[in-house]
C-alpha cells in the first residue's frame, strides 16, 4: 500500500515555463487536495477535489490548474511559471470530507523558479 | 474568517524535558482540531485530533485538549525525545454555513522542535 505518491521530488523551471505535477492516491479517497508549504508558514490549499470529474478552488489557486478525471488522480498544472511559485507542494487525500477525517499526504515536491 | 496562530519558534530541549506548544485558533461553529507532524524530508501526519469541547486527543505521549472557552489547543508531552524532533502544525476543520466542510483544513505557521541528547 504506497498510500499517496508524488512526482517529481525535485523540479527546477525557469520563469514561464509550465510542467505538471503528479499525484496519486491507491486508498480509493474520494477528497484530494494540493497545498503549498512556503518557508515558516503553514500549508496553504491550492485546490480540492470531491471526486472524480469536481475540483473548486482553495485559497490561493491564481496561476495554477487541477483536473480529476479518475479517483486515483490529481495532478497540478502551473502555467506560466513565477517566482513566487518557488514553493514545496503536497498532495493530501481522505476518505471523506467530514470535518474530522485524517488527511494523507505525500512527501511533497520541492519546486525553484529562477 | 478562520486563522490558526502558533507559538513562534523554533524550540530546544534537552531530551526528558517537557515540552508545550501553544495553539489558538478562530473560526466560526465548532471545527475539528488537529495537530499534524512533519519529520525531517517527509509529508505530515496526523498525531492527534479532537472533534468537540473539552475532548482529549493522544498518541505516542503527547497530548491536546480542545477548550471551546479560549479557543486554545495547546501540545503537550512530559518526556520529549531525540526522535520527536520534526516540525509540528496545529489545525482546524473548515464548517461552511451549510456544515460541510470538504475536510479543507486551516494550518498555523508550524513550530519547528529541536531536541537535544
Known amino acids: 500500500n504506497a498510500g499517496v505518491t508524488q512526482t517529481p521530488k525535485f523540479r527546477i523551471l525557469k520563469i514561464g515555463q509550465s510542467m505538471t505535477l503528479q499525484c496519486t492516491q491507491d486508498m480509493n479517497h474520494n477528497y484530494m487536495y494540493w497545498y503549498r508549504q512556503d518557508p515558516g508558514m503553514g500549508l496553504k490549499l491550492i485546490y480540492y477535489?470531491?471526486?472524480?470529474?469536481?475540483?473548486d478552488k482553495g485559497e490561493v489557486p491564481n496561476g495554477y490548474n487541477v483536473s480529476r478525471s479518475t479517483t486515483e488522480d490529481f495532478p497540478l498544472r502551473l502555467e506560466l511559471a513565477a517566482p513566487s511559485q518557488t514553493s514545496v507542494y503536497f498532495c493530501?487525500?481522505?476518505?471523506?470530507?467530514?470535518?474530522?477525517?485524517?488527511?494523507?499526504f505525500g512527501p511533497g515536491t520541492r519546486l525553484t523558479v529562477l | 474568517g478562520n486563522s490558526v496562530t502558533q507559538m513562534e519558534g523554533p524550540v530546544t530541549l534537552s531530551e526528558e524535558a517537557f515540552l508545550t506548544i501553544n495553539c489558538t485558533y478562530t473560526a466560526t461553529g465548532y471545527p475539528s482540531l488537529f495537530w499534524y507532524v512533519q519529520y525531517p524530508g517527509e509529508g505530515l501526519q496526523l498525531l492527534l485530533k479532537?472533534?468537540?469541547?473539552?475532548d482529549k486527543g493522544s498518541n505516542k505521549g503527547f497530548e491536546a485538549t480542545y477548550r471551546k472557552e479560549t479557543t486554545s489547543f495547546h501540545l503537550e508531552k512530559g518526556s520529549v525525545q531525540v526522535s520527536d524532533s520534526a516540525v509540528y502544525f496545529c489545525?482546524?476543520?473548515?464548517?461552511?454555513?451549510?456544515?460541510?466542510?470538504?475536510?479543507?483544513?486551516?494550518f498555523g505557521q508550524g513550530t519547528i522542535l529541536t531536541v537535544h541528547p
Open positions: 477535489s470531491v471526486g472524480a470529474g469536481i475540483t
Open positions: 479532537a472533534t468537540k469541547a473539552d
Open positions: 493530501a487525500s481522505s476518505y471523506a470530507g467530514g470535518g474530522a477525517n485524517e488527511q494523507f
Open positions: 489545525a482546524l476543520s473548515h464548517l461552511s454555513s451549510g456544515g460541510t466542510s470538504y475536510g479543507k483544513l486551516t
